[in-house]
């Protein structure tokens, strides 16, 4: 990418000419320059921290004094992968993590077609301010809202009662849960997909209809493929920020709803115990550089 | 493009369900500002506006609001230079690594928060660091960077590079064309990626539970009052306050960016 | 990955390298398992007299500890501000006074099921009885109790006490239930809350050491494994029976206020605050007995302001603040002069709270305590709290 043109004028000033010669002769200096600061920041602040986090899952602590013991060992590792209550856990983070996601994408798609196609400029300025807005109340508030409405006495019951219907006791259940996590992320998951659907220009819909394609048809095979990087992005959003929640399962979540962020949050709290603690935090890591590795091949990064 | 006319009923109609969906709770916690009780049941047992004057002249709501507005336009201040930094390094650049980088860059939001939180809290009180309002806003700057790169990098990549090109060419030396081209082009997503980064901040409870010492903001407050239990109605008011005051910087931005900041893409590059 | 990259990123682990190794080598662990074990702070002389107030004092508490009744009358006769941190759990406390308070904090009120964790890491030290004039009015029990007072030095001064009661919604159990078996029985599936926290099996251990007694479980904070093992398996069979299990006073509140249970393990607040807003309850002690806590108030290791703290231990130690704050929380002071002012305020309240009771009622009351893997008979094969831990996080499922 050579951009002097050759014979251009040169410019006044004294000092500054040799940088800009600097920045010609050696043009990836600029890119390292301005990667620098943020890097710094990076590896010495939050890669340093990940690293110790790391090394810490491999120490233990003393049962007594509860201080941590600096001896090599990985049995941490051992009662993570061995105790079958851990694997249930991490099977239901993951799982419902993974449906909450389902729900999102099989909410928002439509409506972001509807922003990103249909409604006219004026109405589409409105609802993205629209699905904007809930993530200025706060997610407490939000959740705690739902305890309302889910709850034995609440908003769903006497709704339900009021035209005959049984009481449906979702409150303090998975089921619960995943409500509420739909709900959350759901913000997150429409504006990238609305972001993906609105760069598919229109003239490729129209020659799809011209070249004889029935609607659902240019939805499948031009429309899917194209916003599938932003629900990708999206996805990424709600599966991660579900994979590491913790504050929802204890409000709105009963027995037999741990998830691997509560387990992390007491080990650090209660039991002193950071080692295992940051034992348990490599697994949401692994799953999601899993995840982010296969939504690169998708080209999701692109549309974040 | 053209609609039929059952399909366009159908995406109006599941359109107007999911708003609706999203904002019953909100409506729910406007309706109990005005809850009588401070216990949260249904049906609501009273009306009153008591709650209004009480969150008012309570002082902890208002360091808890002015610690929050500090921490956020600090932390959004540090993400704006660093993260655009880092869109315009990895933009139209590539060198053997670049994949990594810019995975690297994506960790903040995509790894739990709670993982971030004791990885700095360990790292702080390794390093002998106090938990202070620097150390909330260390905290917030990583994943607020991350969130003004992905805006800004994603705007670097829809604007066109003849621009810059032919800018150069008329003599425009580096400055310059960052001053009058590149800028204005990338100013909408600069703002976005600011709101959205100050939003995420303003709302953040994990890491900065364990990033802050004997600071509360506001989401912490909010926390500490529902476990109170008795000025619940507070919670409601303040969120409420929080949510009229952001309506129009929300539809401003949108109208900047997202909601049309560039016209439906004519034909495909 | 191009050199400029590499070499950053190798200045950077470099320096998260030396970071870690300068730091780590600052902190050893303590030399594990002897019989008698020495808190890091034992050495640690206390003052011996209270300075001038440094005019603010940083508390973590349980909500409704430091309330204004009591508090403005101190910050007008000390000048010392009162700042407060409310913890929602005892673990909460200890997570929040690592470090020795982090010089965030002077002062906790912690539970027995924290103050020999905190003890033991060092983040209180020793406190100077002599200084608090109405120590000697305190129930023999209280003074020197084992949560608080290690080799005769005492790591803080008690505050007040209660029991984990049995709270049950009338209308349910017109006849008030007179065991614990009832949280364990499959008829009340879906109805039943207990507290989300390890400790709670201690309560189990407590409900066999009656109903089995072939287990011959005499502490139920000091089990071995064959006990351990059998209080964790009832609380395993007990999971399909909880709705929830509370982690705040104020869960268990809303879950009985709103139906969603109708019998679960509480302590007093809940009660108090329940029939306040008119929900059918009642409260007991079963026949096997209860579990009970006890709240110290502790001083932090780098307390900023131990003169206020002193003066707050002072002031919180009268029989009318033991009185007004028993009243408010609803629990039972410490000191025996307050019964007195309980009547005056509340006529009947001092029998209601057990503020008179002679220290034989205690006998059936097993206070709080951190389980440590030493057993009273000198073994070291008793089930250490760690393990409680990881087997309660089994049990939640």
């Given amino acids: 990418m050579s951009t002097e043109a050759v014979g251009r004028p040169r410019p006044k000033g004294g000092g500054a000419v040799p940088f800009r010669a600097l920045l010609w002769r050696f043009p990836w200096l600029r890119p390292v320059l301005l990667l620098t600061p943020p890097m710094a920041w990076f590896v010495l602040v939050y890669l340093a921290s990940l690293v110790l986090l790391l090394i810490t899952a491999f120490w233990s602590i003393d049962p007594f004094t509860t201080q941590i013991v600096q001896v090599w060992s990985t049995n941490n590792f051992h009662t993570i992968l061995s105790d079958p209550t851990y694997r249930i856990i991490i099977g239901r983070t993951a799982g419902l993590a993974a449906l909450v996601t389902i729900t999102d994408i099989v909410l928002s798609f439509p409506l972001a077609y509807y922003m990103a196609k249909v409604a006219s400029r004026r109405v589409q300025n409105l ?76 003239s490729l819909l129209e020659a799809a209809a011209d070249l004889g394609a029935r609607r659902w048809r240019t939805t499948l095979d031009v429309v899917l493929p194209l916003a599938l990087p932003g629900v990708v992005a999206g996805s990424i959003f709600t599966f991660s920020l579900t994979l590491g929640d913790y504050i929802t399962p204890i409000l709105v979540g009963g027995a037999g709803s741990q998830f691997i962020g509560n387990v992390v949050y007491s080990n650090v709290g209660i039991a002193n115990n950071i080692p295992f603690a940051a034992a348990l935090a490599t697994v949401p890591v692994v799953i999601m550089a899993v995840y982010l590795l296969a939504a690169q091949r998708l080209g999701a990064f692109e549309a974040l | ?126 390093g002998g660091v106090t938990l202070s309002l620097w150390t909330i806003i260390v905290g917030h700057a990583t994943f607020c960077m991350v969130v003004v790169y992905n805006n800004v990098l994603a705007r670097l990549r829809r604007t066109q590079g003849s621009l810059i090109e032919a800018a150069m060419d008329l003599g425009a030396n580096g400055f310059q064309v960052f001053r009058d081209v590149t800028l204005p082009l990338i100013s909408t997503a600069v703002v976005a990626g600011a709101m959205l980064a100050f939003a995420l901040s303003f709302d953040e409870v994990i890491v900065t539970t364990f990033t802050a010492g004997a600071q509360s903001t506001l989401p912490i407050w909010i926390f500490g009052q529902i476990r109170h239990g008795i000025l619940l109605p507070e919670v409601n008011v303040v969120v409420s306050f929080v949510i009229l005051v952001t309506i129009i910087p929300v539809v401003i931005a ?16 | 990955m191009g050199v400029r990259q590499a070499g950053w990123i190798r200045l950077g682990c470099s320096a998260a390298a030396a970071v870690i190794t300068a730091t780590a080598c600052g902190s050893t662990a303590a030399p594990a398992g ?110 020197s109790p084992a949560w608080n007072t290690i080799s005769g030095i005492h790591y803080g001064i008690s505050l007040q006490w209660g029991p984990n009661t049995l709270l049950y919604n009338t209308k349910k159990f017109v006849n008030p239930p007179t065991s614990w078996g009832v949280i364990y029985d499959p008829a009340n599936k879906g109805l039943v809350t207990v507290p989300d926290d390890p400790t709670f099996i201690a309560d189990a251990a407590n409900y066999l050491s009656k109903t089995k007694p072939s287990l011959r479980i005499t502490d139920p904070y000091e089990l071995t494994q064959p006990q351990f093992d059998a209080a964790v398996a009832l609380l395993k069979s007990q999971q399909p029976l909880i709705k929830k299990y509370w982690t705040l006073p104020t869960d268990e509140i809303s879950l009985f206020q709103n139906g969603d249970v109708v019998v679960g393990a509480a302590w007093p ?28 108030w502790m001083l932090a290791t780098k307390a900023t302001h131990p003169n206020c703290a002193y003066l707050w231990t ?67 094969n008793c089930v250490p709290y760690d393990q409680w831990v990881s087997a309660w996080t089994t049990i939640k499922g």
């Fill in chain 1, 127 to 202: 609802l993205f301010a629209a699905v904007l807005l809930p993530l200025w109340a706060s997610y407490l508030a939000r959740v705690y809202a739902w305890i309302l409405i889910l709850n034995h006495t609440g908003v769903l019951n006497w709704s339900l009662q009021s035209i005959g219907l049984p009481a449906a006791n979702i409150g303090y259940t998975n089921t619960a849960m995943w409500l509420v996590f739909s709900y959350i992320w759901l913000p997150f998951m429409i504006i990238p997909t609305y972001a993906a659907l609105e760069r598919v220009p229109d």
């Fill in chain 2, 1 to 126: 493009m053209s609609i039929g006319f059952w399909s366009g009923l159908a995406l109006r109609a599941w359109a107007v369900l999911v708003l609706l969906f999203l904002f019953i709770p909100i409506l729910l916690i406007f309706f109990y500002a005005f809850n009588t009780s401070n216990i949260e049941s249904w049906p609501i047992p009273g009306l009153t506006t008591k709650w209004f004057v009480s969150t008012w002249n309570d002082p902890d709501v208002r360091t808890a609001l002015l610690l929050s507005v500090q921490a956020g336009l600090a932390a959004t201040a540090i993400a704006l230079v660093l993260g655009s930094c880092a869109a315009f390094a990895i933009n139209r650049t590539s060198f053997f690594g670049r994949d990594a980088v810019s995975l690297l860059f994506v960790l903040p939001l995509a790894l739990p928060g709670i993982i971030t939180g004791i990885a700095l809290n360990a790292f702080f009180s390794f």
């Fill in chain 2, 254 to 269: 949108a109208r900047l960016t997202g909601g049309g900041g560039t016209a439906r893409v004519p034909a495909a590059r």
């Fill in chain 3, 34 to 143: 002897p019989t008698l074990l020495v808190p890091p702070t034992a050495k640690l002389a206390p003052q011996t007299s209270i300075g001038a107030g440094e005019g603010q004092l940083n508390l973590v508490l349980w909500d409704g500890y430091a309330d204004k009744t009591w508090v403005d009358p101190f910050t007008a006769a000390t000048g010392c501000k009162v700042n407060q941190h409310p913890a929602g759990s005892s673990d909460e406390m200890v997570s929040l006074m690592k470090d020795g308070g982090g010089g965030n904090w002077d002062m906790v009120s912690a539970s027995g099921n924290a103050t020999l964790r905190l003890i033991y890491s060092g983040d209180v030290k020793p406190m100077n009885t002599a200084l608090i004039p109405d120590f000697t009015n305190f129930q023999t029990l209280f003074q």
């Fill in chain 3, 269 to 296: 607040y809940q009660t108090i605050q329940l029939q306040l807003a008119g929900a059918p309850v009642a409260d007991t002690i079963p026949t096997e007995g209860a579990t009970g806590w006890a709240d110290t």
């Fill in chain 3, 314 to 380: 002072k002031w919180v130690s009268t029989p009318a603040v033991q009185a007004m704050q028993a009243l408010s929380f609803g629990e039972t002071p410490v000191n025996t002069k307050a019964c007195a002012e309980m009547e005056t305020r509340s006529p009947g309240s001092c029998k209601q709270y057990h503020a008179d009771v002679p220290g034989s009622y205690f006998d059936n009351l097993k206070f709080w305590k951190t389980a440590i893997a030493q057993c009273p008979n000198g073994n070291t």
